[in-house]
């Protein structure tokens, strides 16, 4: 597991969780890596397949390529301002991003093409202030973002245009899609409101959910599922929601001072695995549940902390209470000396190729062996439906042919049956009958020559 912090002090800060996750052993976290990345502020990371960016105050956005430690360089933004918000986008079952979208200051949202030459397609414009934060839905035809102007808007990224903007109450700094793109979150002050991808903010409905904290919220994240809620927030705590429809949301577990300032970025690192059945699944969720098993957080005391989410859900069941001390659940943690602003937690590069790959080869397998159950049973049918047009075709012409004759037959049962004699087989009949005849008539002829030959050779001798 790797995480990586972006700083005030323009540097970035890499490290590695050397033991694996499923031990839970409690170790230091391992220094990978140290970059002077920007001139100024690093406001925004982002991470995907062997790829990083971070998005500065110096209006560039700097790439990396983790497998190999490199810098890949920076892309120059064609708008004005600092890169505020970065985005990847990765194809279902794939490795490596296709698409890099980036919002700036200037409230203009680029698209960019990932590990293809990083080209610039098209630029954006809709906001009319900074924007805060954008997500992109699972399928990668629709994004969110939110901007500084109190909106929210949805992009149509096939078309490259706005199809939907709302006003909203407050300002809002972060949104996020759900797992299952059905609904999205948006943080604003010091509450999170859940929506229905179908509802508008400005008319919230049933579906609506309201998250409220006693303090400012800083960061949320959706668990393994669109019910499960992990936020943090100015007074260092980290809460784990329950959000259930038709259901008041609760508090399954509260983590008391976790920091002693206030939490700037939270993150989940997954990691996927594939168990018995050809499954692909979250090792994260290995425990069960919804809720992920870790979650790691950055604070602006400079610290980077990695918390055994699942076991303090646990603990809060058993004790009957929420409140939990942060303290006895902390699994590594680490130092930077400086004021962090955002933070990405991600599985190893290597593991996630071979893990995407493997998740590739079952979904070609499942596809492979839907299309043969399809094609067989489609050609089954078919011959089936052939045969049944052939019955009832044959049928039909011995029922419609004129100068027919009925014929009433009693079952064993009593029921009276009709069957139907046409002159065609009548016909048919009397050619079989001439032939039998023809072929009597030759034959006994033949029998005639032979005797009369015996004959006449008998009277010879």
């Known amino acids: 597991m790797t995480l990586i912090g972006g700083s005030y002090e323009r540097f970035l800060f890499g490290y590695s969780h050397p ?27 982002a991470a995907a397949g062997p790829f990083l960016a971070s998005g500065g105050a110096d209006d560039l956005i700097h790439l990396y390529d983790l497998r190999h430690k490199k810098d890949l360089g920076f892309l120059m933004n064609p708008a004005e301002g600092s890169i505020t918000a970065l985005s990847f986008f990765t194809p279902e079952h794939a490795f490596k991003p296709t698409h890099l979208l980036a919002g700036c200051t200037d409230g203009t949202l680029t698209v960019w093409t990932a590990g293809h030459g990083w080209q610039c397609m098209k630029t954006l414009r809709g906001h009319r202030n900074e924007i805060t934060s954008i997500t992109i839905h699972k399928t990668g035809l629709l994004a969110l ?3 500084r102007d109190k ?19 407050e300002e809002a700094e972060q949104i996020s899609f759900s797992p299952s793109g059905q609904k999205y979150g948006i943080r604003a002050g010091s509450k999170i409101t859940i929506f229905p991808v179908d509802s508008n903010p400005e008319v919230p409905n049933k579906g609506t959910i309201s998250l409220v904290h006693p303090r400012k919220v800083t960061s949320f994240c959706f668990g393994n ?4 809620v992990i936020s943090g927030s100015e007074d260092g705590t980290v809460r784990a929601w329950q959000a259930t429809e038709n259901q008041p949301p609760c508090i399954i577990v509260q983590l008391e001072k976790c920091h002693s300032s206030r939490i700037k970025a939270l993150s989940i690192p997954k990691s996927y695995t594939v168990d018995k059945d050809s499954q692909p699944t979250p090792e994260s969720t290995y425990m069960g549940g919804e809720f992920p098993a870790f979650v790691a957080t950055a604070s602006s005391d400079g610290l980077i902390c990695i918390w055994k989410l699942q076991k303090a859900i646990e603990e809060a069941i058993d004790r009957k209470s929420p409140i939990q001390p942060a303290e006895d659940f902390q699994l590594s943690s680490v130092d930077t000396r400086a004021r962090l602003t955002t933070l990405v937690a991600m599985d190893s590069v290597d593991m996630m190729e071979l893990l995407a790959i493997e998740m590739s080869n079952i979904s070609k397998r499942r596809k492979n062996t839907a299309k043969k159950h399809r094609v067989s049973a489609s050609q089954g049918d078919e011959k089936l439906r052939k ?3 052939k019955k009832e075709k044959h049928v039909q012409k011995r029922v419609e042919t004129p100068h ?26 009397a050619k079989k009958k001439k032939k039998v005849e023809i072929q009597a008539k030759r034959m006994k002829s033949q029998q005639k020559k032979k005797t009369s030959k015996k004959k006449m050779k008998k009277s010879m001798t």
């Open 19 to 45: 033991a694996s996750l499923r031990g839970q052993e409690a170790c230091e976290l391992k220094s990978d890596f140290t970059h002077a990345a920007h001139k100024g502020v690093v406001k925004s990371l």
């Open 145 to 147: 973002t939110t901007s």
């Open 151 to 169: 909106t929210m808007r949805l992009w149509d990224l096939v078309k490259g245009r706005t199809t939907f903007h709302s006003k909203l109450e």
């Open 225 to 228: 599922s669109d019910s499960a």
């Open 387 to 389: 045969k049944v047009q």
């Open 404 to 429: 027919s004759e009925g014929v009433t037959k009693l079952t064993d049962d009593g029921s009276k049956v009709v069957s139907f004699i046409d002159e065609r087989d009548r016909e048919r009949d």
